[in-house]
């Protein structure tokens, strides 16, 4: 993270590290979820000759912290090797391009002077779509864009409408008919000219039932109302639910141009506390975290012993072999091998679920005897770090070879309360599976567990159908010889 900072983060301003901090606040993950250090590392490690790409490096960060997949707190959308492609030679000019779209869209809304959370959340936007789309993927919002300039101009109808996008085009052709009505110019009798400053803001791009704010008030969003033909305008602020204050507002057309700005609004809610439980599915989601303690302790239990894990050409766990010059080290006796993973509750009525397998298969009791069962699988480690012989042991259908056996192993635990804990009768047990030895395993031995085959089905048969006789008739075509002739 040094290097990155000192490349990437910066300067003595602290430019882009600011800018990620205050779109993490804003975005409400600011210390969720993790971002390892092998991805600033990654981000680091790139090299552009003399260009320094802060705003797309910037972005990649962003996309990372908002990453919808997170394996035990860790974000998972954004992977160093994807961050390697950066500097390769398929995506190291468009990577490039990014930057560029990103410091020239800085530039705008800084000369719009747009509201800074907007600014903040819309910029945000726009760099990780471009990150998404770069990666070849649709966006967050599951959007998916031809070209960079497709994204670009869907971040520019975010923060100023359609109409300041396309004013100039609208000035110049009539695009439908209310629009031609709008830039018509009406004479009165005496030839002069009427309603010209309204002609003036409608060709600006102020429309009626849009939405506006001020530099000066940039969270009061107000609805413009009605457009006189002297060009006042009758504004009215929506409250927190979308609705129009009763008490609207009367604002010169001078004023209008220069202190509101077109912003889009849009009210979503979630449906009520009455409809749906608040606390939604987090019962399920404690559980899980508490079966994750759980087996994390079960495995800190683990002794270390004079094991070898071999990955290649299949795998196995063995006793440490017996090396020339070495003296020869007791047998094994009372190994006990842990799990490390990571478990998901097991749904029988889901398309995709897997067989329960014992060896993956944790179970929990809860204190009203109800049990759950949960999947685990492999993952959430670093296997330079951690070693789990546990996923390498191998299984023999001959039972005389087998030194391992599969048992179960209890943790308990307690949910926490926010009153007074009681342990009796409140107390859930996980079953926890491991490998514990069942005899003397010699050095240079193999680490193996009993597994039969799984039996054939026979499948029964029928009697044979019984065929029609046929006779076949020779046709002779000559006459047989007989004794008289």
Sequence with gaps: MVDWFVKFGGGETCFFVDHLVEFCRVSGVLGQPHIPGRVFASLAALKFDTQLPGHAICAVLKRAAMSKKVADGIAQDIQATQINQFGGKKLYKPFLEVDGILQKSWKVLSEKRVPEAQCTIEFGWLGMSLIDHTLGRPNLDGETFKTMENVAEAFLQRIFGDDDIKVAAANSSAASSSDAKAMLVEYSDTGEAKAVPKMV??????????????????????????????????????????????????????????????????????????????????????????????????????????????????????????????????????????????????????????????????????????????????????????????????????????????????????????????????QYVVHIPAFKSCKEIPQGAELLFFKPKPKKESIEKGPKPVRPLKLDIIKHTKRLKTSSD
């Excluded at 800190?300 to 299949?314: A, H, V």
């Excluded at 480690?381 to 391992?404: H, I």
Aim: hydrophobic share 35%.
């Design 201 to 426: 803001l409608l060709s600006k791009g102020y429309k009626v039932d849009s939405t506006y704010t001020t530099q000066e008030n940039p969270d009061v969003i107000m609805q413009l109302i009605k457009i006189e033909d002297d060009g006042q305008c009758e504004l009215a602020a929506l409250d927190d639910f979308g609705t129009l204050n009763n008490k609207p507002v009367k604002v010169s057309g001078a004023v209008m141009a220069q202190k509101y700005r077109s912003t889009k609004c849009e009210f979503k809610f979630k449906p009520s506390y009455a409809d749906v439980h608040h606390i939604g599915t987090l019962m399920s989601d404690r559980l899980e975290h508490m079966i994750h303690a759980a087996i994390s302790t079960n495995a800190m239990t683990m002794k270390d012993y004079e094991l070898t894990i071999r990955e290649k050409p299949c795998k196995g766990v063995f006793h440490k072999p017996l090396y020339q010059g070495e003296e020869e080290k007791p047998a094994l006796n009372d190994v006990v091998l842990m799990p490390f993973g990571t478990c998901a509750v097991w749904d029988p009525t889901s398309s995709t679920s897997k067989t329960l397998d014992d060896r993956c298969t944790v179970k929990l009791t809860r204190p009203d005897g109800t049990t759950t069962m949960f999947v685990l699988s492999p993952g959430g480690m670093d296997s330079k770090k951690v070693q789990c012989a546990y996923w390498s042991l191998q299984p023999t259908s001959d039972q005389k070879k087998a030194n391992m056996a599969l048992e179960y192993i209890e943790v308990n635990f307690v949910m926490p309360s926010p009153s007074k804990l009681k342990i009796a009768g409140n």
